[in-house]
């Protein structure tokens, strides 16, 4: 057979496939009937792209040859017969592929099984079951402001994409998150289009993220944007060039970020306004921050994307199954010896912190305590990169700078050079947020209620227990993560962190947002057994907004101080 048992449609993606995305864009509505018009419409035209000649001889039965432009369209058919809330597109989806299969063409297949490879599907709240495979079918929910949800995503992004999946487990926090997606991306602002999603581009790069990189030309290319521009960093203009330096610095060390960047871009040739530069940080961080969430919660490349599908036969070996369902560890349900930081034993921790008196500690005492917790994540070496994909040639072309990564705050250099962050000094609540909002309308109130949704999230719930106080444990997290960025809350005793969290938590944590493409499932079973999938899935949640913060925090100061 053509293609070998195990072929993958290599490097598809580019202008091909933003034509096929543009058909499928007028799916997105509430109303049924204009729905069923636009299926219509796109069944007479891939009728249209068939190639009318017989398949050559040599091409076994049921194995017909499709051109590219058709792989397009049968790959989105694919992706909307699960990522859909609308079941008539689901079901009408499903028909076109296999009334095309019994025509002798060769259809696409996906390879992963569920929006996560961390994740069993059966560990989804809302899956069904077709064939060998479980589908995540979030619209099958009867909680409506989460059907709701969906829908509202879906018809925003024409999409529900993985990561969307993975946040339903947090319908509330998805909701804000996608809220503000769509706003930056789409909404007002002072920055053209195309500018967004590039910038989103070389955010995502410098993690190598590579199928929220595929996710970000599609849409750029929906926008106008010019393909050569997809060539690489040489090929775009030199006011999106001069975005390399600030982007590596925020994306790895934000602390080297100063007035003095902030200078460079703002006069000069080429020279950006103050309002679209803040546009352009909120970018940068926003999908900086993603790449952690996406790489921690081991997110599964889109059916469309480099990865997603395959158009040679599965088999009994390959078929995708529900990510190792059947064979690893139940998490949910998980009984282990004395496990290092289980359910019970961290309860009886917060219990003892929550009875014990309230100590008076000196600020020299806080101090230390925080830089012992600072020194201890030293200690935390990065997970290994054997696992990690090298850096393939059409990711890279989109980073300057390819070795420039994340050292730790503790190893910085000059102490009295690069100070420790301090929040009291400057504050999202109370600089960081009026200043983003005075140059870049609405966003200020659009992260506020994000960044308070992502950090009060609970549902009172630990494992299997109930009723349960976890804003120690909550702000425990938030803080460490702020601590890797060296941030340091003069109002927290940072003694907590070394009582509440575990230190293969505090590996997670560090890997997941230093060092996010080296995150694997080992990693991400390692801590917090006995609890559920979508508690470590709201760890992820607080990593992903409490880095984006970090970076802000650091880059409006600069902003602020160079406009005064």
């Known amino acids: 057979m053509a293609g070998g048992e195990n072929s993958v449609l290599p490097n598809h993606h580019g202008t091909e496939t933003a034509v096929a995305t543009r058909w499928f864009m007028s799916i997105a509505s509430r109303e049924l009937e204009t729905r069923s018009q636009a299926l219509d419409q796109i069944a007479s035209y891939i009728e249209s792209l068939f190639e009318p000649s017989s398949p050559p001889e040599d091409i076994e039965e049921n194995d017909t040859p499709v051109r590219n432009d058709v792989v397009d369209f049968l790959v989105q058919l694919l992706r909307l017969t699960s990522q859909c809330p609308f079941s008539d597109v689901r079901e009408r989806c499903s028909s076109l592929l296999d009334s095309y299969q019994e025509r002798g063409i060769r259809v696409p297949r996906r390879l992963a099984n569920g929006p996560s490879s961390f994740i069993p599907v059966s560990k989804f709240p809302y899956k069904t079951k077709s064939g060998n495979m479980y589908l995540i079918v979030p619209s099958d929910t009867d909680d409506e402001e989460q059907g709701r949800c969906y829908i509202d995503v879906f018809l925003a992004t024409s999409r529900l994409d993985n990561i969307a999946q993975v946040m339903g487990f947090h319908p509330e926090y998805m909701e804000h998150f996608y809220r503000t997606q769509n706003f930056m991306l789409r909404g007002d602002g002072p920055l053209p289009f195309e500018y967004r999603h590039y910038i989103a581009i070389m955010a995502a790069a410098r993690h190598r993220c590579l199928h929220i990189i595929r996710l970000q030309e599609n849409e750029f290319l929906l926008q106008g944007g010019d393909p050569e521009w997809l060539k690489g960093l040489h090929h775009i203009p030199q006011k999106l060039q001069h975005l390399n330096d600030l982007n590596k610095k925020l994306a790895h060390r934000p602390w080297l970020v100063t007035k003095d960047d902030m200078q460079k871009l703002l006069r000069g040739e080429d020279n950006w306004s103050l309002s679209e530069l ?130 730790d705050f503790a190893k910085r250099g000059s102490i009295s050079t690069i100070p420790t962050f301090r929040v009291q000094d400057y504050s999202w609540e109370d600089h960081g947020y009026s200043l983003v909002n005075r140059l870049y309308s609405d966003i200020g109130s659009l992260l506020d209620d994000k960044f308070r949704v992502a950090q009060d999230l609970t549902y009172n719930t630990m494992g299997m227990q109930r009723n349960v106080d976890t804003s120690s444990l909550r702000r425990g997290i938030w803080n460490y993560i702020h601590c890797m960025f060296g941030i340091r809350h003069d109002d927290y005793d940072y003694g907590e962190v070394n009582q509440l969290l575990e230190r293969s938590l505090k590996a997670y944590i560090k890997t997941a947002t230093c060092f996010p493409e080296r995150t694997t499932k080992k990693h991400f079973d390692g801590f917090w057994r006995g609890f559920k999938h979508s508690e470590k899935v709201h760890v992820n949640v607080m990593i992903l907004e409490a880095r984006m913060q970090a970076e802000l925090l650091y880059a409006l100061r600069a902003v602020m101080k160079y406009m005064t």
């Open 278 to 407: 803040v546009h352009a940080i909120v970018l940068l961080s926003h999908f900086h921050a993603i790449c952690s969430f996406a790489y921690g919660c081991g997110v599964n490349p889109e059916v469309d994307c480099d990865g997603g599908f395959t158009l040679s036969a599965i088999n009994d070996s390959t078929e995708a199954k529900d990510n190792n369902c059947q064979n690893s560890a139940d998490h949910d349900n998980l009984e282990v010896e004395n496990p290092e930081g289980g359910v019970e034993e961290l309860m009886q921790k917060m219990k003892r912190l929550e009875e014990s008196e309230v100590e008076e500690h000196t600020q020299e005492e806080m101090v230390e305590r925080f830089e012992k917790v600072e020194k201890q994540s030293v200690e935390l070496l990065p997970h290994s990169e054997e696992h990690v994909n090298h850096l393939k040639a059409d990711v890279s072309k989109y980073i300057g700078d390819p070795d420039f990564s994340y050292e």
